[in-house]
């Protein structure tokens, strides 16, 4: 490394044999290794026979380490970046400090690796052209509740962290608003020893999970179905009831009009169906 940089360093999520000889040539020849939680890394960099210097820099102190690290690489150095286990910024601290760094005009290399919500999609057998990584829900269950209802809609495979502590009441949140049938899978303990990758409609996962203990426990990540896109010329019940609302008070043509504009389903279409209605 000859000249000073940010290095986004991804580090194993589980299995050390995921970690690539880029990244361990990398952390042995910065000047620091800014970690997430130092006595965590200091296992990964023993491993590695790594003795480069650890600092922290974490939620609570990241704004804090900006001006030594850039002062680091204003010295010609050159700094490396890694969380606690994957890609750094992932649901981990780091944004503010490569934000800082590259405004500052210093270089910010990545150097990629594991992260677990590519390694659940990759593994899980959902629509993966298309899908929205959330992160972490809400913690508190009514914003939870409410933060799925919102989601219950998108058409797009959707990726959750989840806590051990709570990812049984966050599935049966899930299920509320999103319908007991939707299909979910769930990857936990990723590349370690024990690894589940279990896939059901969310009904069936649920009791799954209640029946075995062992499976509320470690790292999850919750791929969840996108909602189905209606099939040219149908209908869903949600918008045959505007219609219907609309049609209680309007004629034929100005309801199924107005209905249009409410819900973007074709004016022909529900035109149509209006005619069907007022016939029967």
């Given at each position: 490394?000859?000249?000073?940089?940010?290095?986004?360093?991804?580090?194993?999520?589980?299995?050390?044999?995921?970690?690539?000889?880029?990244?361990?040539?990398?952390?042995?020849?910065?000047?620091?290794?800014?970690?997430?939680?130092?006595?965590?890394?200091?296992?990964l960099?023993?491993?590695?026979?790594?003795?480069?210097?650890l600092?922290?820099?974490?939620?609570?102190?990241?704004?804090?380490?900006?001006?030594?690290?850039?002062?680091?690489?204003?010295?010609?150095?050159?700094?490396?970046?890694?969380?606690?286990?994957?890609?750094?910024?992932?649901?981990?601290?780091?944004?503010?400090?490569?934000?800082?760094?590259?405004?500052?005009?210093f270089?910010?290399?990545?150097?990629?690796?594991?992260?677990?919500?590519?390694?659940?999609?990759?593994?899980?057998?959902?629509?993966?052209?298309?899908?929205?990584?959330?992160?972490?829900?809400?913690?508190?269950?009514?914003?939870?509740?409410?933060?799925?209802?919102?989601?219950?809609?998108?058409?797009?495979?959707?990726?959750?962290?989840?806590?051990?502590?709570?990812?049984?009441?966050?599935?049966?949140?899930?299920?509320?608003?999103?319908?007991?049938?939707?299909?979910?899978?769930?990857?936990?303990?990723?590349?370690?020893?024990?690894?589940?990758?279990?896939?059901?409609?969310?009904?069936?996962?649920?009791?799954?999970?209640?029946?075995?203990?062992?499976?509320q426990?470690?790292?999850?990540?919750?791929?969840?179905h996108?909602k189905?896109?209606?099939?040219?010329?149908?209908?869903?019940?949600?918008?045959?009831?505007?219609?219907?609302?609309?049609?209680?008070?309007?004629?034929?043509?100005?309801?199924?009009?107005?209905?249009?504009?409410?819900?973007?389903?074709?004016?022909?279409?529900?035109?149509?169906?209006?005619?069907?209605?007022?016939?029967?």
């Amino acid at each position: 490394m000859s000249e000073s940089a940010l290095y986004v360093v991804a580090t194993p999520i589980g299995n050390l044999q995921d970690m690539s000889q880029r990244a361990v040539e990398v952390l042995k020849n910065a000047e620091v290794i800014a970690a997430e939680d130092t006595r965590h890394s200091a296992r990964l960099m023993a491993h590695f026979n790594i003795n480069t210097r650890l600092i922290s820099v974490h939620d609570h102190n990241e704004r804090q380490r900006i001006d030594s690290i850039l002062d680091l690489l204003r010295a010609g150095n050159s700094v490396a970046l890694i969380s606690d286990a994957g890609t750094p910024l992932i649901s981990d601290p780091g944004f503010v400090v490569v934000r800082a760094v590259r405004e500052a005009g210093f270089k910010v290399v990545p150097v990629p690796g594991c992260a677990a919500f590519v390694a659940a999609l990759s593994a899980a057998g959902l629509p993966s052209d298309r899908f929205a990584f959330e992160g972490f829900p809400p913690a508190k269950r009514n914003a939870r509740q409410q933060y799925y209802q919102e989601q219950s809609s998108e058409s797009r495979t959707l990726i959750f962290y989840e806590s051990p502590h709570r990812v049984l009441e966050s599935l049966k949140d899930m299920s509320d608003a999103m319908g007991a049938d939707r299909q979910v899978v769930v990857a936990r303990e990723l590349t370690k020893t024990f690894e589940t990758i279990h896939s059901a409609p969310l009904a069936e996962l649920i009791d799954w999970m209640a029946a075995d203990h062992n499976q509320q426990k470690g790292e999850f990540v919750l791929l969840v179905h996108g909602k189905p896109k209606p099939e040219a010329g149908v209908v869903d019940n949600n918008v045959e009831h505007v219609l219907d609302v609309l049609l209680a008070e309007l004629p034929v043509k100005q309801a199924s009009a107005l209905a249009s504009k409410i819900t973007g389903v074709k004016k022909n279409l529900l035109y149509k169906l209006a005619l069907e209605k007022a016939d029967s």
